[in-house]
């Protein structure tokens, strides 16, 4: 995930720092808009790494780490890097009290070829289970996240860990919010986290808010004095008619400070929208609209937050839908000046040889490739690691290049998306297979 202002990794990283978008002086100059001048630099803006992108030749798996029930198992999200090299991540399940971990993985020290893994936190229950949603690291090492389950009523928590100070070992665990179910609340943490540069979070759940279909939410670091976070509600979605509701995904910025984000479900054709949120002035919650509604032949049912490039450019995939019905690649182009209307192109369709199924979040390269994968299809319907590169030589067509069909043994069903190091080196992790059966880490070099 790219990291914007004070939420990046260390200097001297191995990582690719990622361009951000700044927020403009008109969003400065008014109160109301503070939110979208934070919110312009949110975490969440996988935009442009710098690796140059030159197309892959071939590409080499190695499994870096096979998950073992007591030590975490079935990951169902990315990784995160610090400057070190060192990943991080969760599993949904596993660890000392089967209800999933925070795991911490260190590459070979000199002269080993092992990765080594630390559980950093063991999930109980009150503090949250199952993790299923990627990191979020900031510039002091802090790691935050979700769990669906655990916490107050079992509705799920928002949570922080923190490492070690003064010669301690241990990380400290913290619960910054857990709703308890009463109306207006968010419920339901799928999704991953997106941070500003002032320390708010954002999020989306698929239920709770003011009508129990979802919701997007700000979680605000204590005032000075205080030691609480505040969770305001900024969106609530609704499904009369042909409203959208079921948001999946993180939400990304624009420079502007709008948010971006998808459902799975509603929009004219009742199998999900892209939508932008902006704050109203003097008021609370933010007005929403769509700015595209799937029809099935150009995508449908998606599961996974958006991407924005530099331009304002927004990515995504979908699960269903497309030309063989197994999902798709799709790019929206910001309007045209003195136009309203947002301008998709389907970049392309994957039929079950070749990937299906997308529901993780993109990568995208400072040449414009984009890097995913897909929990179903492949060879060996196992599932694949992706790359789509641009038209070449004034073309139209962006092409598809499988890097990796997971074999069932050395990684199976990934759910997560990828990073990438500054050699261009991608990480993910697969839910199933390894030495183990439960998953592992695993590395795509060129």
Do not use: C
Request: proline content about 6%; cysteine-free.
């Amino acid at each position: 995930m790219v990291i914007g202002n004070n939420f990046r990794p260390g200097t001297n990283s191995r990582w690719p720092r990622r361009s951000r978008v700044a927020p403009t002086s008109q969003a400065q100059r008014r109160r109301d808009h503070r939110l979208a001048t934070s919110v312009s630099a949110l975490v969440a803006l996988t935009v442009v790494g710098v690796w140059g992108g030159s197309a892959w030749a071939g590409s080499k798996l190695t499994s870096i780490y096979s998950f073992r029930y007591l030590r975490g198992s079935l990951p169902q999200a990315g990784l995160v890097a610090d400057g070190a090299g060192n990943l991080y991540g969760t599993t949904s399940a596993g660890g000392a009290n089967g209800v999933g971990v925070v795991f911490e993985l260190s590459p070979p020290t000199t002269g080993k070829k092992s990765w080594t893994e630390t559980v950093l936190h063991a999930f109980s229950g009150p503090d949250g289970a199952n993790p299923n949603s990627k990191l979020l690291m900031d510039s002091a090492g802090n790691l935050y996240g979700t769990t669906p389950r655990g916490g107050n009523n079992s509705y799920g928590v928002v949570f922080k860990l923190s490492p070690p100070t003064g010669g301690g070992k241990s990380w400290t665990e913290t619960v910054l919010y857990s709703p308890y179910g009463v109306a207006g609340e968010a419920l339901g943490f799928n999704a991953d986290l997106s941070a500003d540069s002032t320390g708010n979070l954002y999020g989306t759940t698929s239920g709770g808010g003011a009508l129990y279909r979802g919701a997007v939410f700000e979680l605000s670091p204590p005032a000075q004095g205080q030691t609480a976070w505040k969770a305001t509600v900024l969106y609530s979605f609704y499904d009369q008619g042909t409203a959208p509701y079921q948001p999946v995904g993180r939400v990304v910025a624009d420079s502007a400070g709008h948010l971006y984000g998808m459902t799975a479900k509603g929009g004219a054709n009742g199998v999900g929208v892209v939508y932008q949120l902006s704050p109203k002035a003097g008021a609370k919650a933010w007005s929403g609209r769509v700015i595209h509604a799937f029809a099935g032949f150009d995508g449908s049912q998606p599961a996974a937050g958006l991407t924005i490039d530099t331009a304002g450019a927004l990515y995504g995939t979908t699960t269903t839908g497309g030309d063989s019905g197994d999902g798709v690649v799709f790019q929206l182009n910001p309007p045209a000046l003195g136009r309203t209307a947002w301008n998709e192109t389907v970049l392309y369709s994957f039929d079950a040889r070749r990937g299906a199924a997308p529901n993780a979040d993109l990568l995208l390269d400072s040449a414009g490739h984009l890097y995913g994968t897909t929990p179903q299809g492949g060879a060996n319907d196992s599932g694949v690691a992706f790359e789509i590169t641009p038209p070449q030589d004034g073309g139209t067509h962006w092409h598809e290049k499988v890097l990796q069909s997971f074999d069932g043994t050395h990684g199976k069903y990934p759910q997560g998306g990828l990073i990438m190091d500054a050699a261009g080196n991608l990480f993910g992790t697969t839910e199933e297979a390894g030495v183990h059966g439960v998953g592992i880490a695993f590395e795509l070099t060129r």
